[in-house]
């Protein structure tokens, strides 16, 4: 199993762009997330899914859109980019263990937005 | 509201020598609790979980983390540290069964020869 990939791992972008960062796993794995991370503020959940056609929101959902089409993919698109969304995003996706989700974390995309 | 706290933003330590880190939480319920580690430029690895039993939880690389109710901690210790220990490390705990985890702002670890 490849777990979680995420592409691209660099990107720049300029303010006002717009961009999908790719998240997908081959766990089967019904839950997925996407968290954001920034220097001394840990890691902040955008959005989640638990499972195809079920989205909601985390703590920082503005300017992000996901959707969830299949189990496996779980894109993160930001519709006008701002300097403020500079960070380093990291998917995530869950395996259920009772009732409670053990998280499997991508390598990460690195967002620098000028 | 309900959070993660880790108090200890830098931490140095000796090779070989103890290492222990801090994290306390705030739930009105007894939280699922993790700790996460990251080496520089990679995603975020699960050392250790706890979810209810045995307050004393073993985890990878020798890692072990103690849950105590009485003090709302669930500090993080290993004996003896290696090189390769040097990382970041999260703690993060979860309260609803969604998974949404809450992280803590994360200790950085840098381990001097």
């Known amino acids: 199993n490849a777990g979680v990939t995420q592409t691209p791992k660099f990107q720049v972008l300029k303010t006002g762009q717009s961009m999908t960062l790719q998240c997908a796993q081959d766990?089967?794995?019904?839950?997925m997330s996407w968290y954001r991370q920034d220097p001394g503020m840990g890691l902040r959940l955008i959005h989640y899914?638990?499972?195809?056609?079920?989205?909601d929101q985390g703590e920082v959902p503005n300017g992000y859109n996901v959707s969830r089409s299949t189990t496996e993919d779980f894109p993160l698109r930001l519709l006008s980019a701002a300097p403020s969304q500079t960070s380093v995003y990291f998917c995530a996706s869950s395996l259920a263990t009772g009732s409670v989700y053990e998280q499997y974390f991508g390598p990460g995309t690195r967002l620098t937005v000028t | 509201a309900q959070s993660v706290t880790q108090p200890d933003i830098h931490i140095t330590v000796s090779e070989g020598a103890s290492l222990e880190l801090r994290c306390n939480y705030s739930y009105g319920a007894t939280p699922y609790l993790f700790w996460y580690v990251q080496s520089p430029g990679q995603g975020l690895q699960l050392l250790l979980k706890y979810f209810s039993g045995d307050t004393l939880v073993q985890g990878i690389k020798g890692f072990e983390a103690e849950f105590k109710r009485s003090q709302s901690s669930f500090n993080l210790r290993k004996p003896s540290v290696h090189w390769s220990d040097a990382a970041e490390y999260f703690c993060?705990?979860?309260?609803?069964?969604?998974?949404?985890?809450?992280f803590g702002a994360g200790t950085q670890v840098v381990v001097t020869p």
């Open positions: 993060a705990g979860i309260t609803d069964s969604w998974g949404k985890l809450q």
């Open positions: 899914s638990v499972g195809a056609g079920i989205t």
């Open positions: 766990m089967n794995h019904e839950y």
